[in-house]
Structures are given as C-alpha cells and as structure tokens.
C-alpha cells in the first residue's frame, strides 16, 4: 500500500484489512533538498519529512509494517527533467501523469520487491477502479464514483501490466464517506489538508534557467509587449500578460524559434482539431479506425464529444464536434467511453 501520510491512502490500507487482506504501507522519498521551497502541502517539497512521519504513525495505528524507499534519483531524471525540458520547449507539461507512471507505479513497487517484500497486489488511494473484461481479457480503467474525484486521468498512462496488479480501494466510495471512514477508524489524518500540486515552491526555480527576453505579438506579428521567458506562460493565459489591450487577450500560441508569445482575444484560444503522440490504450489494444468518444484535455475539464481518426506512426487526430479552448500541446488528452477509459496520449500540435 502506497502510503502518503493523507486521509486517502489511511483508509484505502483499512480498507483492504478489513477485507481481510494484509498489507504493508511504503512511501516514496522523491526530496533532495535541492530547491528552496517554503511551501507545504505538495508532492515535492521540504516537508516531505513530516509527511513520512505521519504515513508511519497511520501505519503503526494501523499496525502494519512500514518501509520508506529513496527515489530522489530517478524522480530527478525522469519527472523533474522532463518538466523542464518541457516547459522550455515551449509546452505545458503533467508532472504527476509522469510521476505516476514511471515513479510511484513503476519504481516504487519494484524497489519492494527487491527488497525482498513479497506482495500480490499495489494498492494506492486514487479515485479511480480497476476491472477485468471478461471477453477480451484486458484490465479496464475506470472512473471513480465520485465525480469531484475521480483521478482516472492522472493515472491514464498505466500499462496493462501495472493494472493487472493494483488496487483502488476508494473508487467505489465519495470523499466524504472517506472522512467518515477515517473518523471511526481513529484515523487522525481525517481532517488534514490535502496535497494540491505536485511542487511547493515557485515552478521557475525548477527550470534552473537565465532569463530569455522576447516579444508578446499579435496572430498579424503587432508588437504589443515584452516578456522575459516564454516558459513564463502557458496556452490559455490570460493573468500577468502586462498589456493594456480593448478586449482581454490570451495566450493563444508559443514560438519557441522566435522567442515570442503570441496573444489574442478568447475567440482565437478555440480550436477544433489537434494531434495526439504517444498513445496509451487501455480498452482496446490499438486504434484501427473512427471512433466517437468523450475527450478531456485538462483534468478539471469535463469531458467534450470528440471523434478519433488514426494517423501515421501511430499517432492520433482528435476532432471536436465543438470548438474547445487551450488546447495545450505538452497536456494529456484522456478518451472515455462512460466510465470506462479508452486511452490517451500527450497533445503534440494544434491543428490551426
């Protein structure tokens, strides 16, 4: 069982025990102390310490053995890289789709099973479930129950290996149900705040990089003003832009070649086609031809009717039947049939 020291993973452990399960709780180390975050309350960040002190209290309540595993290293290389090769290419990245996939489903379990921890099953409190087709025999992701909940686009990336392993104890279950849970159980994480973000700090500092000054231009190339680093803004924008304009304006693209932001008004931040790369599926096992789904491109978004036309290299054109806004290369795109998650994949371009 992950443990993260919250309420969600308390109660998915209790949980799986009183379903007669045993368990083990491990966490994952992922602060090096490199930056000077202050802020509390984040996946990454200074009071990582606190935050396994109080996984190893739940575990000891609990009473289950507790383990702490370093993965500082690999969440360097493969998270925190990533974010920033990303965001100075001029995209929006998802550090915890990331994190996710490679670190806290991959690494992490693999690390307990080298140590010598046998286990048939990972568990971690997401808001999502898990089930085997019957006829195809493929694991299908689905959403959570409740809908101010659901994380199965976070965890969209999962192979059909990871699935076949993990359990999501709260996907049956609402959040406040949860808290109650928790409350009867003695659980003293019940009320306690919850992680927002994955970094406390100031998302510049992790790109490590000098200001690189350029032009904020209209779609006609008008110069309207002055930026120190396109990394500093993001498709749909619209705070901190610095220009008095008529209308609000918008980030509506990034030219990374040209180190300009280019704006405009809310009407040119919609779009109806874009393409995907790197796909995962998860109900089917690939793309062969059209198909109508339900398409979110950001994970607050509610999902938007789209259709799916496979291209070359295994990549995807995604067509909305309504124009949708900020559609952001570096975002995930997540298709749903209903519940059930088709697959997904990372926006590559924005077909203008």
């Known amino acids: 069982m992950g443990l993260s020291g919250g309420v969600d993973s308390a109660v998915a452990a209790y949980l799986l025990q009183q379903e007669g399960y045993e368990v083990i ?24 310490q606190e935050e396994i002190r109080e996984a ?25 890289n990533y974010f920033k090769s990303e965001y100075l290419s001029g995209r929006t990245p998802n550090p915890c789709i990331k994190c996710n996939q490679l670190i806290k489903f991959g690494l992490l379990p693999g690390l307990a099973e080298k140590a010598g921890i046998p286990f048939d099953h990972f568990a971690t409190g997401h808001y999502a479930r898990v089930e085997q ?42 959040k406040n149900r949860i808290k109650e849970i928790a409350r009867n159980a003695g659980i003293v994480a019940a009320d306690k705040e919850e992680s927002q973000d994955f970094y406390s700090g100031d998302y ?17 190339g008008k110069v309207l003003g002055f930026h120190k680093g396109i990394w500093n803004y993001t498709i749909g924008q619209r705070k901190g832009l610095g220009i ?34 790197d796909m995962n599926w998860i109900s089917v096992e690939k793309l062969d031809k059209q198909m109508d789904v339900l398409c979110k491109i950001r994970s607050g978004q509610k999902e938007r009717e789209a259709s799916l036309e496979p291209v070359a290299k295994g990549e995807v054109k995604v067509t909305y039947y309504q124009p949708n806004d900020s559609i952001t290369p570096g975002q995930s795109a997540v298709f749903y049939d209903g519940e059930l998650v088709v697959g997904g994949g990372i926006i590559k371009s924005v077909k203008t």
């Not at 659901?150 to 076949?164: A, E, G, P, T």
């Not at 304009?245 to 874009?274: A, C, H, Q």
């Open 25 to 48: 709780g491990i966490t994952m180390a992922i602060w090096d102390g490199q930056f000077m975050a202050t802020g509390k309350h984040a996946c990454y960040g200074p009071d990582e």
């Open 244 to 277: 008095a304009f008529s209308e609000p304006l918008y980030v509506v693209d990034l030219n990374t070649e040209k180190s300009r932001v280019i704006v405009g008004t809310r009407e040119e931040t919609y779009k109806t086609s874009f393409f995907v790369s």
């Open 56 to 80: 190893r209290e739940i575990a000891e309540h609990l009473g289950i053995p507790y383990h702490v595993f370093d993965c500082s290293a690999e969440y360097k290389a493969s998270v925190l």
């Open 204 to 220: 510049k500092e992790l790109l490590e990089t000098n200001e690189k000054p350029g032009e904020i231009v209209d779609r006609k």
């Open 133 to 174: 087709d019957k006829i195809s025999q493929r694991f299908f992701l689905k959403k959570g129950i409740d809908p101010h909940k659901d994380q199965s686009y976070f965890v969209y990336r999962l192979s059909q290996d990871q699935l076949s392993r993990i359990l999501f104890p709260l996907g049956g279950f609402n």
